[in-house]
Nanobody
């Protein structure tokens, strides 16, 4: 069974940076599409970014374009979310999702708090 674990969250001042990590198990990690989502207090979970397994193409929500960068290291079975120029509105629990044919797995999330 595939497991997904997020890490790297914390408290940062506005304008600062954090790097989140998503470590996933599974023999075919390189084939997984990995997505980052976030859920702010009182709001629904929303899409942030994703990176495909095959080809590694990326896609971002408009609200994070130019500030967040998703990348992957298949040898380490890890996907990263580099977050720069953070804003208070980026405060949320960030979740990682691993998706492949017949598989859809979520982590428990990591909290990012951006102070003004």
């Amino acid at each position: 069974q595939v497991q997904v674990v997020e890490s790297g969250g914390g408290l940062v001042q506005a304008g600062g940076s954090l790097r989140l990590s998503c470590a996933a198990s599974g023999r075919t990690f390189s084939m997984y599409t990995i997505g980052w989502f976030r859920q702010a207090p009182g709001k629904e979970r929303e899409f942030v970014a994703r990176i495909r397994g095959s080809g590694g193409s990326t896609y971002y929500a408009d609200s994070v374009k130019g500030r967040l960068t998703i990348s992957r290291d298949n040898a380490k079975k890890t996907v990263y979310l580099q977050m720069n120029s953070l804003k208070p509105e980026d405060t949320a629990v960030y979740y990682c999702n691993a998706h492949a044919s017949g598989m859809d797995c979520w982590g428990k999330g990591t909290l990012v708090t951006v102070s003004s």
